[in-house]
């Protein structure tokens, strides 16, 4: 596994041996000659492939319940994939309204900005009014998909003109994953 490094070490990351990742998948491969014959050749591949996979142990370090820890600086969670995303849920967009700049004034957001689920109120902040103000952190990110594809396909055509003169076109896909920047 990739471990980030701290940016005093001048380096950002190594390969480093960290803990247990188990892997499960399926490939199929099919290669085709369609036509063949002495000034012409059409060749086609096919391939297709799912994998997944999960992140058993890291570190093989435990808090003091017996729990696993997972490694959220490097985005590495027990039980789940490489290449989790694990992020803040947004339902919005905090809106040039009187009551949105109150509103996102409250926790230090402006017009413009994403509004922020609130998924762990235990740490939120109550004004003696009764107001509550909500206090991000981890405890309010979720579970938003991988950035690893679990889904690959690819199609390829090759044209072999006069012997010498070859044409390719290719297609392929990644599918079933996000992207961390949206």
Same mark, same amino acid.
């Given at each position: /596994?990739?471990?980030? *490094?701290?940016?005093?070490?001048?380096?950002?990351?190594? /390969?480093?041996?960290?803990? &247990?990742?188990?892997?499960? $998948?399926?490939?199929?491969? *099919?290669?085709?000659? =369609?036509?063949?014959?002495?000034?012409?050749?059409? =060749?086609?591949?096919?391939?297709?492939?799912?994998?997944? !996979? @999960?992140? =058993?142990?890291?570190?093989?370090?435990?808090? &003091? !319940?017996?729990?696993?820890?997972?490694? +959220?600086? #490097?985005?590495?969670?027990?039980?789940?994939?490489?290449?989790?995303?694990?992020?803040?849920?947004?339902?919005? %967009?905090?809106?040039? +309204?009187? &009551?949105?700049?109150?509103?996102?004034?409250?926790? $230090?957001? @402006?017009?413009?900005?994403? @509004? %922020?689920?609130?998924?762990?109120?235990?740490?939120?902040?109550? *004004?003696?009014?009764?107001?509550?103000?909500?206090?991000?952190?981890? =405890?309010?990110? %979720?579970?938003?998909?991988?950035?690893?594809?679990?889904?690959?396909? #690819? *199609?390829? !055509?090759?044209? +072999?003109?006069?012997?010498?003169?070859?044409?390719? %076109?290719?297609?392929?896909?990644? /599918?079933?994953? @996000?992207?961390?920047?949206?």
């Amino acid at each position: /596994m990739s471990q980030r *490094l701290p940016s005093f070490s001048g380096f950002g990351s190594i /390969m480093a041996n960290l803990g &247990e990742v188990q892997n499960q $998948g399926f490939e199929i491969a *099919l290669n085709s000659t =369609n036509i063949q014959n002495r000034n012409f050749t059409w =060749n086609t591949s096919v391939g297709f492939s799912i994998n997944k !996979n @999960k992140i =058993n142990h890291i570190y093989y370090d435990y808090d &003091e !319940n017996g729990v696993e820890k997972d490694d +959220t600086s #490097n985005g590495w969670f027990i039980g789940q994939a490489i290449g989790t995303i694990w992020y803040y849920e947004t339902d919005g %967009v905090w809106q040039n +309204t009187p &009551e949105d700049i109150a509103s996102a004034a409250l926790v $230090g957001q @402006k017009p413009g900005d994403p @509004k %922020v689920v609130n998924h762990y109120t235990e740490d939120d902040r109550i *004004l003696e009014d009764g107001t509550r103000i909500p206090v991000y952190n981890d =405890n309010d990110k %979720v579970y938003q998909g991988t950035t690893a594809p679990p889904v690959y396909w #690819n *199609l390829r !055509n090759d044209f +072999t003109l006069w012997k010498d003169l070859t044409l390719s %076109v290719s297609l392929y896909s990644y /599918m079933g994953h @996000k992207s961390r920047a949206g």
